[in-house]
């Protein structure tokens, strides 16, 4: 018997091995496989990738569409889910090479982690309104459990505020699916985007209004972002590094995938979430110039890149959406290199905060040297790949005559310059008197290398990717053509 | 007496208001209440208006249970049975997400003795 390659391993394997879980233990296979399987989701979407640069695989279990389930990899989703799976690969190997706390190690976190990558793989895969709603529990509970991990009060803290605030934002997007699943009687998002015009003004803009409360809150967008440094000061970076490198991610791109594919005209609302991105965006690099503690300054950091890419998606231009994309790929590369850094400075000196860690480029000069690097990187300076990406976006912006987000983009970019140049100097604080430094596993530095030789090599030779992210544009945008791929030509 | 209530129109209109009416409520417990048990129940609360809501206007009077028995042999005059498995995925998953709060509220009131969501400070700007 063989088993067809097809896009539902993406979301069965995790889930598979994550509740088969007690049985590696008994065989001492856990750390292998939770590293292995990540790793062989990112092989399996690169042996799925010339399929899919053919036409989007579509894959219906059950029945006929629009009933069943159904599952969609296109050139936009294979982003995601390559993106999730080397994200999840980076952040599982340094759990396991740098010897991270026994909790982290344990089968909890093991079935929590193969949960969360399961249940943003479906996510973004998924053609299905209500299997949507589902992934994004399956997501948000792990979330929510790995942040509480710890079990202290600052880690039970960070989860009771992340569940209550997601359990908000899953009730806001019910409601707003019951609500299309009445006027329109379908789930299917392709059926439900042929019919979504029909629909009432007023019900369309308080769905739209109720989704965006709920996925908004998800993706951490301004005004609901508010809980967002809390939960990434609470959980352990490595967590962190993964709520903002795929999590997140995972959200913002099912935010514009409704958007592009439920709306004929997405104008007017991506209009609104360009201003949503540039309001998140220099909200939170201005709040972050004054954090003293390091895992919040990268949280605001990176809701300020949120931001940033909201923008350029909300435009809905072709290069800006590949530029997006792109920056997406690289700001997910970044955050996990400096949330690790971050986890491996922790380590090393019990405490994250600006006063403990003066002078800590001498005692570990590879950690702070690749905080440097991952620094540069967001601020977007030339070979690194933020700078290939951040330049995509303003000249889509430049080329469409629309100034004043390049304007805003360039004045955040200045701001984080302010911010991360203060970290570097105290890092590199010639009269910094430290306590003696706690060891570090050698290896933990292996994914933090292979990360940020990725920047690099991304910044030096962006056009290795380009086709990908302008393909994955041209699928996002393209409303048309998703619409007859699902319901058949001539619907 | 109660015969209004088989026209459609009017039932769903009370369903509307009820739901909506519960909604806010657990809207409101949400944003007013600082125990953290009552701010979890306010969010059940507001979950729950959203089934009853679903199951109420997708099902009309007169409408039968879909299935097939007691000598009945076709689909004719039933109720859509979509909604009600949805809403029975939902209340799962919503029962699961409560009890996972449950209990780490009641871990983090067995490690700091709080309760209280405006003294949760643990994390918080320096």
Redesign the interface.
């Known amino acids: 018997m063989t088993l067809p390659l097809t896009p539902v391993w993406f979301v069965a394997l995790p889930l598979l091995l994550a509740f088969a879980s007690p049985l590696w233990v008994r065989y001492r296979l856990l750390m292998p496989l939770l590293v292995g399987t990540p790793a062989l989701l990112l092989l399996l979407a690169f042996v799925l990738l010339p399929e899919v640069r053919t036409g989007p695989l579509l894959e219906t279990i059950v029945i006929a569409p629009p009933l069943g389930i159904h599952l969609q990899l296109d050139s936009a989703s294979w982003i995601l889910v390559a993106l999730i799976s080397l994200a999840g690969l980076l952040a599982t190997a340094f759990i396991w090479l740098s010897d991270a706390e026994p909790y982290l190690r344990d089968r909890r976190a093991f079935v929590f982690l193969l949960l969360l990558i399961a249940g943003c793989n479906g996510m973004v895969l998924t053609g299905d309104l209500?299997n949507l709603?589902?992934f994004l529990?399956i997501a948000?509970?792990s979330a929510?459990?790995l942040s509480?991990l710890r079990?202290?009060?600052?880690a039970?803290?960070?989860?009771?505020?992340y569940?209550?605030i997601g359990?908000?934002a899953?009730?806001f997007f019910?409601?707003s699916v019951?609500l299309i699943?009445?006027q329109t009687?379908q789930?299917n998002m392709a059926a439900v985007a042929a019919r979504f015009g029909g629909i009432p003004a007023p019900m369309q803009l308080l769905i739209g209004l109720l989704m965006l409360v709920g996925l908004g809150i998800k993706a951490e967008l301004f005004p609901f972002n508010f809980w967002v440094?809390?939960v990434y000061?609470?959980s352990h970076p490595v967590l962190a590094g993964l709520f903002s490198g795929l999590l997140v991610k995972a959200f913002l791109f099912v935010l514009f995938h409704l958007v592009f594919l439920l709306l004929a005209d997405p104008q007017v609302a991506g209009l609104w979430l360009m201003g949503l991105g540039a309001t998140t965006m220099l909200i939170a690099e201005v709040v972050a110039l004054r954090?003293?503690?390091m895992r919040?300054m990268l949280a605001y950091s990176s809701l300020g890149q949120i931001g940033l890419i909201t923008l350029a998606l909300g435009f809905g231009m072709q290069a800006t959406t590949a530029g997006g994309l792109f920056h997406m790929v690289n700001h997910t590369l970044v955050k996990l290199l400096l949330f690790l850094t971050a986890a491996v400075l922790l380590r090393s000196f019990v405490s994250a905060?600006l006063a403990d860690l003066a002078g800590a480029g001498r005692a570990r000069p590879l950690a702070a040297a690749l905080f440097v690097l991952g620094a540069l990187a967001v601020m977007g300076l030339p070979p690194l790949s933020g700078f290939a990406s951040k330049l995509w976006i303003l000249k889509g912006f430049a080329e469409a005559g629309v100034f004043w987000p390049v304007a805003l983009i360039l004045l955040a970019a200045l701001i984080e310059a302010g911010y991360y140049f203060r970290w570097i100097k105290v890092l590199y604080d010639p009269n910094g008197d430290l306590k003696a430094a706690a060891p570090v596993e050698r290896m933990a530095y292996v994914p933090m290398g292979v990360a940020a030789g990725l920047i690099i090599l991304l910044g030096v030779a962006p056009f290795l990717v380009d086709d990908l992210f302008i393909e994955g544009a041209q699928t996002l945008l393209d409303r048309g053509a998703a619409l007859s791929a699902v319901l058949g030509a001539g619907s | 007496m109660l015969a209004f209530l088989d026209d459609p129109k009017i039932l769903h209109g009370i369903y509307v208001l009820g739901t909506l009416t519960l909604f806010f409520i657990g809207l409101y417990g949400l944003l007013a209440k600082r125990h953290l048990l009552k701010v979890l129940i306010s969010i059940a609360v507001m979950e729950l208006s959203v089934y009853l809501l679903f199951v109420g206007l997708a099902t009309s009077p007169g409408e039968t249970a879909p299935i097939l028995s007691d000598g009945l042999t076709e689909f004719a005059g039933m109720a859509d049975p979509v909604p009600q498995a949805l809403t029975l995925t939902a209340i799962v998953i919503g029962l699961a997400v409560l009890a996972l709060g449950v209990s780490l509220a009641v871990q983090y009131h067995r490690l700091t003795g709080k309760a209280d969501i405006a003294r949760m400070t643990e994390l918080k700007e320096l």
């Open positions: 209500f709603y589902v529990e948000g509970v929510y459990a509480a079990r202290d009060a600052s039970l803290e960070a989860g009771l505020k569940l209550i359990s908000v899953a009730v019910l409601f019951v699943y009445l009687g789930l440094p809390d000061q609470g954090q003293e503690d919040r905060r």
